[in-house]
């Protein structure tokens, strides 16, 4: 990556000088002083933890030293995070690693596909997964989303990514760091994220079921229609009818409760019906408005990250 892949005086300006510090920085508050001052936005999540701790999340990024200091003074220990897409200038895939699987071979897939151009930087997450970061190419907008089933989500406009050196802790209770791995040495490129999407779920582009709850219905009813999906689409109707449930402002044990007898009723093992849950909770808390607290989730209008 050239030290002057962006070089125009407003908006992000990275560099492989810029991904280096950033690799280096001893702390999030000295990464997010770093970005901020080369016009990247940033904002804080809970120490540990991936959720925002501004009110609105990711939609209050700042590029200016004045906020993002003072944000790191309130918060000396709060992980560093950025918004994905055109505001940052950096769109990223997201490569998961769950108890069910991971999202590697699906990541192999893409590039095999010819779909992935060269990375500018790469991440090492602290589920042993992977963020793998372009650079914006292009002034089209390319939404998030998610394909839970091959674990692996595109973070673009309306997401965010939490970022090195920040830490967060781990089921098993440890703490781990995300670290910066690999940084391009000649000019990257970018990522063309409805054709991964296609590739990888192609069941996408198909017409919905016939008989989809309306938006709005009650527990009862989600969990009635889950229990009625086919082999195929139970993983899927499942983290849609979650979806509806954290937009409702459900706690995670009530959607757990509801939707996990209907699910597990359809033939889901139990383990498959906690990590969908936990999926849909993660992307509404990475693509949501407000903060995210440990038990409750609020709203969410970044509907094209969780719709079907």
Known sequence: MNDSTRDTTRGPRWSRALVTELAQASAPAHAAMSLAAAGVPVFPCVPLQKNPLTRHGFRDASTEPGIVDGWWRRWPNANVAMPTGAVSGVDVVDVDVHPSGHGFEALQLARGAGLLDAPA?????????????FLRQEPVEQRSWQVPERHIDFRGDGGYVVLPPSTVTQPDGEASPYRVIDIASRQPGGVNAAAVRRLLDPSRTTRPPVDLPRAGARPDRLATWVATRGEGERNRGLFWAACRMVEAGERFDVTANVLGDAARSAGLPDREVITTIRSAYR???RLGDDAVSRDRVGPSRAAEGVRL
């Open 121 to 133: 930087w790469m991440v090492s997450t602290p589920s042993g997964g992977l963020h793998v970061c």
């Open 283 to 285: 992307v509404a808390a």
